[in-house]
């Protein structure tokens, strides 16, 4: 299962590398030893469901969109939906970060998850650190790996 760490990040707001763009990248690196995982930004959340439908392949893509009205999960629940989508065959996994002005409803329709981070306020470049991370310590749970310790 591929998974895509999906931002809308219009471009003139992603001129320069941040140090959460970093983070990212590392925690994806460390995520690909278990899945093929990248980082894609898009220019608009339209463009980012556009390519859900071209994206399609065997299996449509799993949407997890972050939303502060979505659900908390904890971090091995997380992991049990990524190993279900796995385990069912998704062949495309995209969690993505939205809009600096919320999801529309077209997008929240399209989504098979929603996922809050709880009641904080993080800016969009943190939560996609925070989420890559997630990602990261998901995939370490499914493999049994030591990195999650469970708490």
Request: charged share 15%; aromatic share 6%.
């Amino acid at each position: 299962m591929k998974i895509t760490l999906a931002a809308i990040a219009p471009t003139r707001s992603r001129a320069k590398s941040s140090p959460a763009d970093a983070l990212v990248a590392d925690y994806l690196a460390r995520a690909a030893h278990f899945a093929p995982c990248l980082a894609q930004n898009f220019p608009t959340e339209a463009a980012l469901l556009a390519s859900l439908d071209r994206a399609a392949a065997r299996t449509s893509p799993h949407l997890i969109l972050l939303d502060s009205r979505g659900n908390q999960l904890s971090s091995e629940a997380f992991a049990a939906h990524i190993g279900h989508q796995r385990d069912n065959g998704t062949q495309s996994l995209i969690l993505a970060v939205g809009p600096a002005d919320g999801w529309s409803d077209a997008a929240r329709a399209h989504a098979g998850l929603t996922l809050s981070f709880g009641a904080i306020t993080l800016s969009h470049a943190l939560a996609r650190a925070v989420l890559a991370e997630q990602i990261y310590r998901a995939l370490t749970i499914l493999a049994g790996h030591p990195y999650h310790s469970g708490h």
